[in-house]
């Protein structure tokens, strides 16, 4: 727990100032084959100050939380912002302000596992798999823990705190067809402590079998045909295109680099029929896998619906692309480790649901493709994408044919959401990755499945 209130340091404050205490507690059990193979448990705390001074940030961190530690760090951040003022005068560079208090704690009110126990569990799983799928040559079993809690204050009002965990279990199955060795992954769990998302091993057991299924029909599965076809993009992948070939291109700062997305303001970049939106805390009236109520800036956040039946809408800001931009701030500064400054970042990443059902989309494809799970892959601020995709379907005549083997899907994705023509009535989330921008960090990607033309890989 955090053992200081910032809000008792604010009479330290003479500059614009934000002050975060904060710790990330990990835990990590990796197994293979039935051994342990890894095993630990960290905690990674400490405070930071950042001022703002006549246009120019400074920044200061100590990775000691007592009061010596949180004076000097303040005054450090003061310095250096009024030193680089003394350099640089941006005087007239007004941060705008939308303060807001909060408290939010996701602790689980059960009693918690000890970390043997958390291993039992793992084990559990994995002697599961060992004695149910027998095609299975090599198995890996991974459990993440992250405990993110933060108490930050800032100086035109804010008040914060928050404790977010993420519990993550990764399964890895691989079997041989013709001696070649396949493989198939899957992620399970999200928002919330291990004993509210995983009560018992059982609970898993059903997916398990599904994955295995699916594992073995890849195996047995065909590569797809290259070129542009007719897909249906599951939620994971649909997910994974509005983050990665969308979201980073409408994140305010890549916009001021020069993403593509700057010049498409008010402009049709996707069908009528999508409406993307980084949704702050709750969607659809439920709560979203990385729920932010107020940023690592202290402003409060709010749902940034970047792209409306089609038109580009909005970008996605903190306090200082807001000033630039003339826009509202839209609680999007967000920091992962206490040593490090708040950078615009998503937090949960979506198309919103349309209005057909995926049976339906399915059989209106005569020859095709149904992807299901992507992996890893990468887009440029053109938004030009290539993924992965580990899983996936034939779709011949309406029907769903034979499992494919792993390929990838290309494009340029404000070009490929024009095509679409169909979104799903129902609604994934995923927080199984991390996005790498400049710093790690927990995001929401999911949404509907949707129809669209696009080029896929062949063998």
């Known amino acids: 727990m955090i053992p200081f209130d910032p809000g008792s340091y604010t009479d330290l404050f003479s500059e614009y100032t934000e002050l975060r205490i904060q710790e990330n507690r990990s835990l990590n059990v990796t197994i293979v ?14 405070v930071s100050a950042r001022t703002f001074s006549k246009g120019l940030w400074g920044f200061a961190s100590s990775p000691i939380i007592d009061d010596e530690n949180i004076r000097k760090v303040i005054r450090a951040a003061t ?39 958390l291993i039992e569990f793992m084990m559990e799983i994995d002697g599961r798999i060992e004695g149910k799928c027998d095609r299975v040559v090599s198995r890996t079993s991974v459990l993440k823990l992250l405990d993110m809690e933060k108490s930050l204050v800032t100086s035109d009002g804010s008040s914060v705190y928050s404790m977010v965990p993420r519990s993550i279990i990764y399964i890895s199955l691989s079997t041989e ?29 059903g997916k398990l079998d599904e994955h295995y299924e ?19 993009l599951d939620a994971d992948l649909a997910g994974i295109l509005s983050h990665e070939a969308i979201g980073h291109t409408t994140e305010a700062d890549f916009v001021r680099g020069g993403s593509a997305a700057g010049d498409y303001m008010d402009q ?40 409306e039946n089609g038109i580009l809408k909005r970008f996605m800001h903190n306090k200082e692309s807001a000033a630039y931009f ?18 615009i970042r998503m937090r949960n990443t979506a198309i919103l649901p349309g209005k057909s059902k995926l049976e339906d989309m399915i059989a209106s494809v005569d020859d095709g493709y149904y992807l299901m799970k992507p992996s890893d892959g990468q887009a440029d601020s053109t938004s ?54 400049k710093q790690p960090i927990s995001v ?16």
């Open 33 to 46: 084959n039935g051994d342990v193979t890894g095993n630990s448990r960290s905690s990674e705390s400490g």
């Open 79 to 117: 310095r250096n912002s009024q030193f680089l003022a003394g350099k640089e005068n941006r005087a007239g560079y007004i941060l705008p302000s939308s303060p807001g208090r909060s408290s939010e704690d996701f602790s689980t009110k059960k009693n918690r596992l000890s970390q043997k126990e």
């Open 177 to 205: 067809y013709k001696s070649k060795p396949v493989q198939l992954f899957d992620v399970y769990g999200g928002l919330g402590q291990f004993e509210d998302l995983f009560s018992t091993p059982e609970v898993l057991f």
């Open 214 to 232: 699916h594992l073995i029909k890849k195996a047995e599965g065909v590569y797809p045909e290259s070129g542009m076809k007719q897909c249906i």
């Open 268 to 307: 049709q970049v996707a069908s009528p029929l999508v409406t993307l939106v980084d949704f702050a805390n709750s969607a659809l009236g439920k709560t979203c896998p990385v729920p932010v109520y107020i940023d690592d800036e202290g402003t409060v956040a709010e749902d940034a619906v970047i792209i």
């Open 326 to 343: 003339n826009a509202r701030p839209t609680g999007n500064a967000r920091a992962y480790r206490f040593s490090d400054e708040p950078v």
């Open 384 to 437: 030009e994408f290539m993924f992965g995709v580990v899983q996936g379907y034939e779709i011949k005549k309406g029907r769903l044919g034979r499992a494919i083997r792993d390929t990838t899907i290309s494009g340029v994705a404000f070009d490929m959401l024009k095509t679409v023509t169909a979104v799903s009535d129902d609604m994934k989330w995923s927080n199984g990755g991390m996005c790498g921008k």
């Open 444 to 459: 929401g990607l999911g949404g509907p499945a949707i129809k669209c033309k696009i080029n896929i890989g062949g063998k």
